[in-house]
């Protein structure tokens, strides 16, 4: 009994709080992907993408914490993470309104899912080590913070995607605050973190070019599947 006697200690109550906080400042990013890979779904199927894809994201994440300490060795994890984040966002952006009139509801639902999963598996990198640091050790710890982080996950992305139906900017938003993300990933790289610290020009310059990037992109993609139906008529 010695565990739950530690559960109303000021130092686990202290950690509990600083990995909700942890959650709630990095749940955004998992609402936004989640929103956006769910957009083009039918409404009865958005719910359902919702849940099961923060189910499977978060069962990904569990995995990840649990084997923390070996993905630290990993030499260039949050590189290869970030540049493939910058991939994701580039094509959530880009497939919008792609999936309409094509596919039966059930392949659509498993695409979206599976976009969600891989998505948060990418951007959980930072907020595995986050929350593995907060718990110090205590595995109780680190699944209470999951626990937790699901219903701001779900709640977030219902939100999210209500918003993006009523301001369809949003999803650019959506999209650069993913594309921020990956940025932020590559330049943390232990890797390449020395180099980007010592010539902030090109830190900042990275910043711009990739979130230009993926945005001017997206756009661009989107502006020529709207004028190729009138070219065709």
């Known amino acids: 009994m010695e565990w739950f006697t530690d559960l109303f200690t000021m130092q686990f109550l202290t950690a509990l709080l600083s990995i909700v906080v942890i959650d709630l400042v990095l749940a955004g990013d998992n609402a936004i992907v989640i929103a956006l890979a769910a957009r083009n779904l039918p ?5 359902k993408a919702i849940i099961w894809g923060t ?14 300490v070996w993905l630290l060795k990993i030499p260039g994890l949050l590189l290869v993470g970030g540049l493939a984040l910058v991939w994701i966002a580039y094509k959530l952006l880009s497939d919008e309104g792609e999936g309409e009139g094509h596919g039966s509801g059930a392949s ?5 899912m599976k976009t969600i999963i891989i998505a948060d598996a990418v951007m959980g990198v930072d907020n595995v080590l986050a929350v593995a640091g907060a718990a110090h050790g205590s595995f109780l710890l680190v699944v209470l913070g999951l ?10 992305s219902s939100l999210v995607l ?8 949003i999803i650019y938003i959506g ?4 594309a921020f993300t990956a ?19 090109v830190n900042w310059a990275l910043y711009v070019l990739i979130i230009g990037g993926v ?14 139906p009138a070219g065709s008529h």
Do not use: C, D
Request: positive net charge.
């Open 43 to 47: 409404a009865n199927l958005q719910k």
């Open 108 to 112: 659509t639902l498993w695409g979206a």
């Open 55 to 68: 189910v499977g994201a978060v069962v990904v994440r569990s995995a990840m914490t649990i084997g923390v």
């Open 215 to 228: 945005l001017g992109g997206g756009y661009l993609v989107q502006k020529r599947r709207v004028q190729q």
């Open 183 to 201: 940025v932020n990933m590559i330049v943390h790289e232990p890797l390449v973190k020395a180099f980007f610290e010592a010539n902030p020009v």
């Open 162 to 169: 209500k918003l993006m139906g009523r301001f369809p900017v």
């Open 175 to 178: 999209a650069g605050v993913l």
């Open 147 to 156: 626990l937790i982080s699901i219903p701001i996950v779900v709640w977030g």
